[in-house]
C-alpha cells in the first residue's frame, strides 16, 4: 500500500480512492448513502450504538474535546451557536456543547436518533435537522461546526462541498472542528457500515480543496493502541 492506495475488510485493492469511488457510485450515488443510512438505522440508539460497542471511550474523549475548546474559546457560554454534524443521538451535544454554547443544534440523518436526542435534550437544543449532510441546506450562521465521526462516511466530492458550505455559513473567528479516525497511509473502506478512513494527508488535501485553513491539529490521546488513531483538526 502507498500514500494514495487502500483496501477494504473483504480483502480488494484500490489503486486510488478514486477508484473506490469509482466502483461504489456506479449504480448512483443515493445507493452509497443508503446503504450508511440502513447500518445506522439498525444500531440501537444508545451510547454503546453510537460508538461501536466502545462506550467506555466517551469520556476520554469528552475530556480531550474540553481541552480543546478551552484552548480556542477560554471560556464557556458566550452568546456562541454550534452545530454538532452527524450527531447520533446528542452524544457530544450532551455531553460538551450545550455547556460551551449558548445555542445547540444538531444535524443527524437517522430519525431514530433524532428522537433519543430529543428525548434527552428537549429544549436544550435549538434545531433538531434530521437530515444526511450531502444536502443539508444551512439555515444559520454558526460560531463552531462540529463535525465527530461523520466525515467518513462521505464521498470526498460531498465532504469537500459541505465544508466549502461550513465556510461560508461560518461566523468572523468561528472554528470547524472535525475529529475523526484516521490511518497511518492510505484509506480502508468498511464495507459494512459505508465509511472510509482517511489518512492525515488525505484529510489535509480535502481541507485545501475546500478552501480551509488548518489552524491547529492534534492527536486524540489515551485511546486503545489497537483502534484507529482519532484526529482533531480545527480549520477556518
Ligand atoms: C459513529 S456515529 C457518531 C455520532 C456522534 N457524532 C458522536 O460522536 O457520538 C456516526 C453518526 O453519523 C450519522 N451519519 C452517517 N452518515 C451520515 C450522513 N451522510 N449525514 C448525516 N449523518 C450521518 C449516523 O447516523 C450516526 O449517528
Not at 469528552?62 to 452568546?79: F, V
Not at 458550505?165 to 457500515?193: A, H, P, R, V, W
Request: negative net charge; aromatic residues 12%.
Amino acid at each position: 500500500m502507498n500514500s494514495e492506495s487502500g483496501n477494504d475488510d473483504k480483502g480488494n485493492f484500490f489503486k486510488n480512492i478514486q477508484a473506490l469511488w469509482d466502483s461504489q457510485l456506479k449504480d448512483s450515488k443515493e445507493k452509497w448513502y443508503s446503504l450508511g443510512d440502513q447500518y445506522w438505522k439498525k444500531i440501537e440508539p444508545t451510547l454503546k450504538g453510537v460508538l461501536g460497542g466502545l462506550d467506555f471511550l466517551n469520556k476520554i474523549d469528552i475530556e480531550e474535546s474540553n481541552k480543546l475548546l478551552t484552548m480556542l474559546y477560554k471560556t464557556p457560554l458566550q452568546d456562541l451557536r454550534v452545530l454538532d454534524c452527524g450527531a447520533g443521538i446528542g452524544r457530544v451535544s450532551k455531553e460538551l456543547l450545550i455547556n460551551w454554547f449558548k445555542k445547540v443544534d444538531i444535524i443527524e440523518q437517522n430519525p431514530i436518533y433524532v428522537e433519543k436526542a430529543r428525548e434527552e435534550l428537549g429544549n436544550k437544543i435549538n434545531e433538531y435537522y434530521c437530515s444526511g449532510l450531502q444536502s443539508f441546506e444551512f439555515q444559520h450562521k454558526y460560531d463552531c461546526i462540529w463535525i465527530q465521526w461523520v466525515a467518513s462516511h462521505l464521498t470526498d466530492d460531498d465532504l469537500i462541498q459541505f465544508l466549502k458550505q461550513c465556510k461560508l455559513n461560518l461566523n468572523e473567528k468561528g472554528y470547524i472542528i472535525l475529529k475523526e479516525n484516521i490511518t497511518k497511509q492510505g484509506f480502508s473502506y468498511d464495507t459494512e457500515d459505508h465509511s472510509v478512513i482517511r489518512s492525515d494527508l488525505m484529510f489535509k488535501s480535502i481541507f485545501y480543496k475546500a478552501g480551509l485553513d488548518l489552524k491547529f491539529s492534534g492527536l486524540q490521546p489515551n485511546f486503545p493502541k489497537d483502534l484507529y488513531l482519532v484526529n482533531q483538526y480545527v480549520l477556518q
